[in-house]
């Protein structure tokens, strides 16, 4: 699936037409849209084996996108990131699903090698997926995953309260314990960058500050969770 903002829509076409002819069936809403909107976007999702989640600033604000990629998350749908505008860098509620996923940046590379780059993580996500349905686990996790992984959203509250993060509570409000390990992982990963996204994100949508300290205490709850 395709999920892209129609002010890239001529890239995004060039791109499906690329697909297309590499024998890939790929849903865009330009030909493939039946019913309510919001319907034909949730069962693309629903039936789509990764999503190709076309990133700009257009992107960002879109509401739709923003509920197609949420979806996918949700539904841990593999996702694929690219860049469709230059200079472009996710950040915000984009920076939150895409986490340290590799980017396609077509105009870095250009069409043709970003498109060949773009197959290449196609063919690499099928892979996956059929390497771990084969040995029955589920995706994106693996086998030894931490308890909090199961908490609800009120045991993510519980958490919040506990530990003296009332300053995570607008960010975290409404994260079940399977997106709080995505995002644990994505901190893990790349402690600074979450940093900044999140700091960015709790500015820009409620106009608080997120400090250093509060963030930190974060990470080293959520670690003693892990390692628990």
Wanted: net charge neutral; with cysteine.
């Amino acid at each position: 699936m395709l999920s892209y903002s129609h002010q890239e829509k001529e890239l995004c076409y060039r791109i499906h037409k690329y697909l297309i002819d590499k024998r890939l069936r790929v849903w865009l809403d330009r030909d493939d849209m039946y019913g309510s909107t919001i319907e034909a976007m949730a069962n693309a999702v629903e039936k789509s084996k990764c999503v190709l989640l076309c990133m700009s600033d257009s992107y960002k604000i879109s509401p739709s996108c923003q509920s197609e990629a949420e979806y996918a998350h949700k539904l841990h749908k593999p996702l694929i990131p690219i860049i469709m505008r230059e200079k472009y860098r996710p950040d915000g509620w984009v920076s939150f699903i895409v986490g340290s996923r590799i980017y396609v940046d077509y105009h870095k590379l250009g069409f043709q090698v970003a498109c060949d780059k773009l197959l290449e993580q196609i063919q690499m996500q099928n892979s996956d997926a059929h390497l771990n349905h084969q040995h029955k686990l589920p995706l994106p996790m693996a086998a030894n995953t931490p308890h909090f992984q199961q908490w609800s959203y009120a045991d993510v509250l519980r958490f919040i309260d506990g530990t003296n993060l009332s300053e995570m509570k607008p960010l975290l409000g409404k994260v079940d314990g399977q997106e709080l390990f995505e995002l644990y992982r994505m901190c893990e990963l790349n402690s600074q960058q979450m940093y900044e996204s999140l700091k960015t994100e709790l500015f820009t949508l409620h106009k608080e500050i997120l400090p250093i300290n509060v963030y930190l205490r974060f990470i080293t709850q959520l670690r003693k969770q892990a390692n628990g």
